[in-house]
């Protein structure tokens, strides 16, 4: 697939955010799944619950664990678009934030191929990009944001993984500033100063490749 017209130019390489990626039919069969997940299957955490895919990621290898169908007809959309080159997806991370949850500035480190792809269901976010920290680098400062529309898929790569942290900041309503690269991509017209409206339950959908697999059962004694 050429990339070309949905990448995004403002910001350091690699950004493309592609609107509408999915339907809105297909976003609530989505929420819909999600909503019937059972209670032991999720992590929670302090400011927000989690569902891994595919397996757990650690540094000795993931066990390898089968991915529901309902899911994995989004992680093969994903895999056509040849993102993760010679690589397929085998790993999705469901996160679900509520209004005033967030996360904290991170990089998702070597347990992945360095490619993020994240489709967003039910609300919007803006996510927050800082530089690693470095000799002459404001430490925590906001250097560029991205708007995730419901429905859209963003992927990351390059230097955008490896040089910069991202995180959600933990507040109710998001304000439109000039900081935010992704306005000309977004499938409606924002002007900047703009209030979104307020924010409400999201699920991230984020697809990665785990290149260090391994298909052995835990033996639990």
Excluded at 80 to 99: D, K, R, T, W
Excluded at 202 to 220: A, D, E, G, H
Aim: proline residues 6%.
């Amino acid at each position: 697939m050429d990339f070309t017209d949905f990448e995004v130019r403002k910001c350091p390489s690699t950004v493309m955010y592609i609107p509408n990626f999915i339907t809105s039919d297909q976003e609530q069969s989505i929420l819909s799944h999600i909503e019937r997940t059972p209670k032991p299957r999720w992590t929670q955490l302090l400011n927000r619950r989690l569902v891994n895919y595919g397996g757990v990621p650690h540094p000795n290898g993931m066990i390898a664990e089968e991915i529901p169908e309902w899911l994995q007809s989004y992680v093969d959309k994903v895999n056509n678009l040849g993102i993760f080159e010679s690589q397929n997806a085998n790993h999705v991370l469901v996160n679900e934030y509520l209004p005033g949850q967030g996360i904290l500035p991170h990089t998702d480190g070597p347990l992945f191929y360095p490619i993020i792809s994240t489709i967003s269901c039910g609300a919007h976010t803006v996510l927050e990009f800082t530089k690693r920290e470095t000799t002459g680098e404001a430490a925590g400062e906001v250097l560029f944001k991205l708007l995730l529309e419901p429905r859209s898929l963003l992927i990351l790569k390059d230097t955008l993984y490896s040089d910069y942290m991202h995180a959600i900041s933990e507040i109710n309503e998001d304000t439109l500033c000039d900081r935010i690269c992704n306005y000309n991509l977004c499938e409606n017209t924002y002007k900047i100063g703009d209030h979104l409206v307020r924010r409400a339950p999201r699920i991230s959908l984020t697809i990665r490749n785990v290149p260090k697999t391994s298909k052995m059962k835990l033996k639990f004694c």
